[in-house]
């Protein structure tokens, strides 16, 4: 059915601002912000399509949501759930050990903040946002049953009512509030028990932040797991090893990486509402070039998680630069 531009016009005006929403949506859903940006784009395309038989029984919003919802359903089937490495067995306690990367495996990926953050004149939607979309919190979602994980994400993240869950997936309000339930239970189990993290306005988070950085340009591995708790774990998808302990990954970060003064850069992000840094390498010409991107979780103890993700192909989504001059 062919559409006119004053329909085209009307579409975009009226589904457009739901994009942001919509993609952290599909983000939790899937755990991929590469996934999670093409099914966006899927469910506009989708939407567009069927707009000249949208009648407005719900509204477009509910009505955007249930397509998004059913392209990530979809995509759940044909490419599984996606883990972080301290998902999968046990820590490794051998850090000299030569790591082997598993790329077979769709691994869990981080999202800018930039690109799911909510309206940053309403510092309660903010605070939200952030505890929703926590690297532990998505992780631990991949976890769930993929009708579980639409219902707790509808019920306890976007406050959905029962019967809205209920009419979108198209089961009863008691099979809905069943649904939650187990997934509530089993989120409980999956989700790791962390300390309080520290507020990103706070003095001291951009006072470590600042160290680190600057230790890890030094090669001052020692002094830059002194920051960490005592008990940090370490994950570097793709690879499948993870590591407890600070000393644990201080040997593995020397063992693995032999860093000398001036071979890394870090430039400051922001991930799944935690600080990070995007992490360059020095090269033979002696320009630097996109190496990992790592995500910490910090606590009032110091760094207690630092997720460190070797997809270079991250790097454009968080607006980092593809490379940056020696010297």
């Not at 005006?13 to 929403?21: F, G, L, N, V």
């Not at 991929?32 to 784009?41: K, N, R, T, Y």
């Amino acid at each position: 059915m062919a559409h006119t531009i004053d329909q085209e016009r009307e579409f975009q005006q009226q589904a457009d601002p739901y994009r942001r929403e919509l993609l952290a949506h599909c983000y939790r859903m899937l755990g991929s912000i590469h996934d999670a940006e093409d099914l966006v784009q899927e469910t506009y395309l989708r939407a567009w399509k069927s707009y000249g038989g949208f009648e407005g029984r719900s509204s477009l919003r509910t009505w955007l949501y249930r397509i998004a919802t059913n392209c990530c359903l979809t995509a759940i089937d044909q490419r599984g759930h996606r883990p972080l490495p301290s998902g999968l067995g046990a820590p490794s306690d051998e850090p000299e050990r030569p790591v082997v990367p598993s790329p077979e495996v769709p691994w869990l990926e981080p999202a800018p903040d930039a690109l799911l953050a909510d309206d940053p004149a309403d510092p309660a939607t903010i605070v939200a946002s952030r505890e929703t979309t926590r690297l532990a919190f998505v992780a631990a979602l991949q976890h769930l049953p993929p009708n579980q994980r639409v219902v707790l994400i509808l019920r306890d993240v976007l406050k959905w009512k029962a019967a809205e869950v209920a009419e979108l997936l198209e089961i009863s309000t008691a099979s809905a509030n069943s649904a939650l339930q187990r997934a509530r239970a089993q989120l409980q189990q999956a989700a790791p028990t962390e300390d309080a993290m520290v507020e990103p306005t706070d003095p001291g988070q951009r006072e470590l932040l600042d160290r680190y950085a600057t230790l890890f340009e030094n090669a001052d591995i020692n002094g830059l797991v002194e920051l960490f708790k005592e008990d940090a774990l370490w994950e570097m998808p793709p690879f499948p090893e993870w590591f407890v302990g600070r000393e644990t990954i201080a040997r593995l970060i020397i063992a693995q990486c032999g860093p000398e003064p001036g071979d890394f850069r870090l430039l400051p992000t922001a991930a799944n509402g935690q600080p990070g840094f995007g992490l360059y390498k020095r090269g033979e010409e002696g320009g630097y070039h996109p190496y990992q991107i790592q995500v910490l979780t910090i606590t009032g103890e110091g760094v207690s998680r630092a997720s460190v993700f070797f997809d270079v192909s991250l790097f454009p989504f968080f607006g980092l630069p593809e490379s940056l001059p020696a010297g």
